[in-house]
């Protein structure tokens, strides 16, 4: 499993550690990833992914993963967000078509 944010594409950085005798030794920076499971209110079911806490924040504080996923770039998602993204769309659709429909 790879150590990269589903949703942010955030992943591990180098630098390096600094003594008080400014010797530098390499190291890793990994981002604080956590396995969730994200509720999707247009597909009704709830979606796993890994994500960095700094991505749930900004989930949550662009009211969900349906919300979140519809501003973000396909260029920074994971194979398994692009999916997702694709069926929230599809559902999304649908369920417009479907009202249009009813109205008519």
């Known amino acids: 499993m790879s ?4 949703l942010t594409g955030k992943g591990p950085m180098s630098g390096q550690n600094v003594s008080h005798a400014n010797n ?3 190291r ?5 990833l ?3 499971s994200l509720q ?3 597909l009704g079911r709830t979606v796993k992914m890994r994500v960095s806490s700094s ?3 900004s989930v949550d504080h662009r009211g969900g993963l349906d ?11 994971s194979a398994n967000a692009l ?3 694709k069926e929230i769309a599809k559902a999304q659709a649908a369920a417009v078509a479907a009202e249009a429909e009813a109205e008519a």
Do not use: G, I, M
């Not at 150590?3 to 589903?6: F, H, P, S």
């Not at 890793?28 to 604080?32: A, D, I, S």
């Not at 919300?67 to 998602?77: M, S």
């Open 3 to 6: 150590r990269r944010c589903e």
């Open 24 to 26: 530098k030794t390499k």
């Open 28 to 32: 890793r920076f990994l981002p604080n």
């Open 34 to 36: 956590q396995d969730v």
């Open 40 to 42: 999707s209110e247009v």
């Open 55 to 57: 991505a749930l924040r």
């Open 67 to 77: 919300a979140y996923l519809a501003r973000a770039k396909d260029e920074e998602l």
């Open 83 to 85: 999916k997702v993204k």
